[in-house]
């Protein structure tokens, strides 16, 4: 376990993916990337490496505040012994109402946990800046309020061969794509789904799909396109970065009625 300052707010990330080596030489490993993008001064941060069978006891769950869950070149819909008992783990939150932040691989180990269905997309892979689009006939969740204003729309990096097909009973889906069906999805008051990546900044992704490249997950010229998008536009990351701080620290309940 990974601590970061001390403070009377806690939260803990729940790391899916082993760091790149990148990642760790430039910015010391993912957690300092989640922190630095969603942390606040005077909380105190853990880190538990779910990838590695690393979870936080049962038993000290209440202690938390809210928790993060990153993404992961693994399966949301696969059976590995550290994927199911993570499931397990979500269920546990969900019924105490804790709150539960998912990005990508995040976003779909929730969606599968509380029985909504997720695989992999039809249309193949997802990489580059997405405009992804907020439903209109939605009433404004609370953690979207302290936006200057409710855009129609918010450009996000994304980088997933999977998606959520079937959101869980009771969901609301906020926001969709041309490419994804469900990029940003709730559960009542206290689960939040983000298909993107609002932590990621430029050069993570620009690394991320050089080593795809290299491993002949992706082609030269997908990689190049996706490259040349990422020049000549940028993500809307202080927008999406306050969505994530008030979901994740917002203490009264928000509703879409």
């Not at 539960?100 to 800046?129: E, N, P, T, Y």
Request: charged content about 25%.
């Amino acid at each position: 376990m990974k601590l970061i300052t001390t403070g009377e707010r806690r939260y803990a990330l729940l790391l899916a993916a082993t760091d790149s080596e990148y990642v760790k030489r430039v910015y010391g490993g993912y957690f300092n990337v989640f922190v630095a993008a969603f942390g606040e001064e005077g909380e105190r941060w853990d880190l538990f490496r779910v990838v590695d069978g690393e979870f936080p006891d049962m038993s000290e769950l209440y202690k938390y505040d809210g928790f993060v869950i990153s993404g992961s070149p693994h399966d949301a819909y696969g059976n590995e012994h550290w994927v199911l008992k993570l499931c397990f783990l979500l269920q546990t939150l969900d019924a105490m109402e804790k709150k539960v932040l998912g990005i990508c691989f995040g976003h779909q180990i929730l969606c599968r946990s509380l029985g909504g269905k997720v695989g992999k997309a039809c249309s193949g892979w997802d990489i580059g800046l997405r405009k992804v689009k907020i439903v209109k006939d939605l009433s404004v969740p609370s953690f979207m309020e302290e936006l200057d204003e409710i855009p129609s729309s918010l450009s996000i990096i994304e980088c997933h061969q999977d998606e959520v097909f079937e959101v869980p009973m009771g969901a609301d889906v906020i926001a969709f794509s041309d490419k994804t069906g469900v990029e940003m999805f709730s559960v009542g008051h206290h689960i939040l789904g983000i298909q993107g990546h609002p932590e990621y900044t430029k050069d993570i992704l620009f690394n991320l799909i050089d080593r795809l490249l290299d491993n002949n997950s992706i082609q030269r010229e997908f990689a190049e396109n996706a490259k040349i998008g990422l020049e000549i536009a940028e993500p809307d990351r202080k927008s999406w970065e306050k969505i994530c701080r008030n979901f994740l620290k917002r203490t009264h309940h928000f509703s879409f009625s």
